[in-house]
């Protein structure tokens, strides 16, 4: 079982111990699933709008974002996109889930814990890991309903300004109580997987951790999001530089002999693997992803060529170099998600110790395994029964 120091020092595991083959497949493997029926969903939502399938390639590829500024999309577009959204958080919540679980039984010194019985655990529990922030989001919505009365009553003459006035002071409440509830349903969506993968809670014992947590350890608890937050973004970052470098060397090895063959590949390559920031973000998130491709040394994934087709073999190799960029893009990615999950179980141990005293690594492994069979009494008939001996015999 790993030591902790129950302090902030322990969130600092999370850049070492998210640096796991294991950990990093996990998360590839989700997002790989996540963006895939995301794209496919905003395609099909684009194509309810009219837009034809080449003009959204040419703008966004395999990314597409609508800007919520488009009139021209219309409403049964938006909840395509929104299932596509809803199906992106669903994949990534899930594996961060079963990457949560790989991290726990990590610190409880189990080094070869499956990653299938990791994805096996996260589907039996993702109904706790969506209903979660799903029921607070009821909750506000029951609030909400409730105020459209209250603004409803206020509409009748005369008799409703006064009764708004009465009852100001616990719309009011009410409304803060909205703001707080919003607060934890955001850290419900980023603590409740590691809550479950630590306890195996339902959605009332998750809810109770998060509730408890935003409670009694405020301060804590933002502190060591934000820090697991920079930490995961540094784990990418330093990726993203070696796999650069890593690139650069092997294109200086094979350009050797390939020569403008390759430069040419490379190029047609960069063209499926356009990154488009939206055009109706602001122009700081322009200049900051420009940047950043600058220190990779790859801006043709922000501002691609034209495609030059050189005939079909170059045309195949540009397209699997392609796929390359992507896969290695998800691996990046991949990475600081999974310092992200690894981060969020270290900090949910520390809290539960600081505000329970309760350290989670010691718990059962699986209270299931502490449940006594409950005796069936057809099958205690079945079983066969010893002979009776017999009374000796009074001589």
């Not at 939206?278 to 922000?302: K, V």
């Amino acid at each position: 079982m790993t030591k902790l120091h129950w302090s902030y020092k322990d969130v600092f595991r999370a850049l070492r111990l998210g640096f796991s083959a294991k950990k990093v497949w996990m998360m590839s493997l989700g997002l790989l699933v996540g963006f895939a029926g995301y794209t496919i969903l905003t395609y099909v939502a684009y194509a309810a709008a009219g837009t034809d399938f080449l003009t959204v390639w040419q703008t966004f590829r395999l990314l597409p974002l609508p800007s919520p500024f488009d009139y021209a999309f219309p409403w049964y577009s938006w909840v395509i996109f929104a299932v596509a959204v809803v199906w992106f958080l669903y994949v990534l919540l899930v594996t961060g889930t079963a990457v949560s679980k790989v991290a726990y039984e990590q610190l409880r010194g189990d080094e070869f814990y499956e990653s299938k019985e990791a994805f096996r655990f996260a589907f039996r529990n993702s109904a706790a890991v969506m209903s979660s922030p799903l029921l607070i989001l009821a909750f506000i919505a029951l609030i909400v309903v409730f105020g459209l009365i209250f603004s409803l009553l206020g509409a009748i003459p005369a008799a409703g300004e006064i009764f708004v006035g009465l009852l100001a002071v616990l719309a009011f409440i009410a409304s803060l109580f909205i703001v707080y509830l919003l607060i934890v349903f955001c850290f419900a969506l980023l603590l409740g997987p590691s809550v479950i993968g630590s306890t195996h809670s339902d959605t009332f014992d998750t809810l109770f951790e998060v509730f408890s947590c935003v409670n009694e350890q405020p301060a804590r608890l933002v502190w060591y999001t934000a820090t697991t937050a920079l930490l995961a973004k540094a784990g990418s970052f330093l990726l993203g530089l070696a796999t650069s470098a890593a690139g650069r060397i092997g294109y200086a090895i094979t350009g050797v002999f390939m020569g403008e063959k390759l430069a040419d590949v490379t190029a047609n390559a960069a063209y499926y693997f356009k990154l488009a920031v939206p055009y109706w973000c602001p122009q700081l998130f322009h200049r900051t992803f420009l940047a950043e491709m600058n220190l990779y040394g790859f801006p043709q994934a922000y501002l691609p060529g034209a495609y030059v087709s050189l005939g079909w073999s170059h045309d195949i190799a540009s397209l699997l170099l392609g796929v390359l960029f992507y896969l290695i893009a998800i691996m990046v990615v991949g990475y600081g998600l999974s310092v992200w999950f690894t981060g969020m179980t270290l900090n949910f141990a520390v809290l539960a110790y600081k505000k329970d005293e309760k350290n989670v690594l010691e718990l059962p492994e699986d209270e299931e395994e502490l449940i006594e069979p409950v005796p069936n009494p057809e099958l205690e008939d079945l079983k066969p029964k010893p002979a009776a001996e017999e009374p000796e015999k009074k001589e």
